[in-house]
């Protein structure tokens, strides 16, 4: 664990994370516990898959970190609030993302102000996600992450990058990213599907091994997100 992630550990051990200094909520109006939003988005896609995921993977960053996580995932909108109070959106599915006109000035407004989108393809939203992603940011490339970057190292090494848990087309897994003044601010896991590596063990019934890779690399994510992208 790196010295970044240490300070975080204890600075959300003392309070919560907070998104953006110039959104001055009083500390004792915060949270106790950080958690994931799970991105409710327009289009027809499922975004609502694979519902033990999150919770698994919430518990595995408390037990494994020392990070305070709340024992469920909130549910969140683009025009919801309690969007600001996230430190990591993640989204997947199988099907159609759409995002309106005014959820992508919120969205790109809050990726800017320090938050993290993780978007889990579960086979199905390559087409439309990147659609929306040159729509988010038309002059910022989704480009791969380079393999020695800290999202890949912040707790547990990933020399090869994104793990591969699900064969689907059986291309190799890809983590595609979007970096905004140096800071990985969205992170694409392509042909891997994480969040069914998160899932109970009896629904995929994956080995112990990729489930075991798909959760140390959510530890990552979310430790990268709460490090502030350091």
């Given at each position: ?8 550990i ?17 500390r004792?109006?915060l949270p ?9 988005y327009?289009?027809g ?11 698994n993977?919430l ?12 024992e ?5 909108k ?5 969007l600001?109070g996230l ?5 997947t599915?199988?099907?159609?993302v759409?995002f309106?006109?005014?959820d ?23 087409e439309?996600?990147r659609?929306?992603l040159?729509?988010?940011f038309?002059?910022e490339?989704l480009?791969?992450v380079?393999?020695d970057?800290?999202v ?5 090494d990933?020399p090869?990058g994104l ?7 059986g291309k190799p ?11 990985l ?19 995929h019934?994956d080995?112990?091994e990729a489930?075991?890779a798909a959760?140390?690399?959510?530890v ?11």
């Amino acid at each position: 664990m790196n010295a970044a992630l240490a300070l975080v550990i204890v600075g959300l051990g003392a309070g919560s994370w907070e998104l953006a200094r110039e959104r001055s909520t009083p500390r004792s109006e915060l949270p106790t516990a950080v958690t994931i939003g799970r991105l409710h988005y327009d289009g027809g896609g499922d975004w609502y898959a694979n519902p033990s995921s999150l919770p698994n993977l919430l518990a595995a960053i408390r037990e494994r970190t020392g990070i305070r996580t709340a024992e469920r995932e909130e549910t969140v909108k683009l025009s919801d609030d309690h969007l600001w109070g996230l430190p990591y959106l993640y989204m997947t599915g199988h099907g159609n993302v759409r995002f309106g006109d005014r959820d992508l000035v919120t969205l790109r407004e809050w990726l800017r102000r320090g938050g993290f989108l993780h978007i889990d393809d579960n086979y199905g939203m390559d087409e439309s996600i990147r659609r929306e992603l040159a729509r988010l940011f038309p002059g910022e490339p989704l480009v791969e992450v380079p393999l020695d970057h800290p999202v890949y190292h912040i707790v547990y090494d990933f020399p090869k990058g994104l793990p591969k848990i699900h064969e689907h087309d059986g291309k190799p897994a890809q983590g595609f990213g979007i970096f905004l003044e140096g800071r990985l601010a969205v992170y694409y896991s392509f042909d891997s599907d994480l969040g069914d590596g998160w899932e109970d063990a009896e629904v995929h019934r994956d080995t112990p091994e990729a489930r075991e890779a798909a959760l140390r690399m959510g530890v990552n994510l979310f430790s990268y997100a709460v490090s502030g992208g350091r």
